[in-house]
């Protein structure tokens, strides 16, 4: 189970951090990754970070601005988002998989989301 937090509503240039915290003692075998979705659009890859932390993989929109790390002895995966812009608002979600990949279909378990909004 995944349960992301952090969430909230800034203006634009602030940052947030997200927090995904997972459930279960297997969280260290799973690669991670965050995704959004906006109203009216379908759900797009942000960032994953392997099961060990070596391996990132980042969006061009959001590269050089959000960093995702993991702290796998909290069983916990985080996105630092700073330089916030009015198009990073949306729905948050971490999830988890077997395949460290940058599209959604390869994620087996999801959070609820929590809800990024920017104003300019």
């Known amino acids: 189970q995944l349960q992301a937090s952090g969430g909230g509503l800034v203006q634009a240039g602030d940052s947030l951090r997200l927090s995904c915290a997972a459930s279960?003692?297997?969280?260290?075998?799973?690669?991670m990754g965050w995704f959004r979705q906006a109203p009216g659009k379908e759900r797009e890859f942000v960032a994953a970070i392997s099961w060990s932390g070596g391996t990132t993989y980042y969006a061009d929109s959001v590269k050089g601005r959000f960093t995702i790390s993991r702290d796998n002895a909290k069983n916990t995966v985080y996105l630092q988002m700073n330089v916030l812009k009015p198009e990073d608002t949306a729905v948050y979600y971490c999830?988890?998989?077997?395949?460290?990949?940058?599209?959604?279909?390869?994620?087996?378990?999801w959070g609820q989301g929590t809800q990024v909004t920017v104003s300019s």
């Open positions: 279960g003692r297997t969280f260290r075998a799973y690669d």
């Open positions: 999830a988890a998989s077997k395949i460290l990949a940058t599209s959604p279909e390869p994620y087996d378990y």
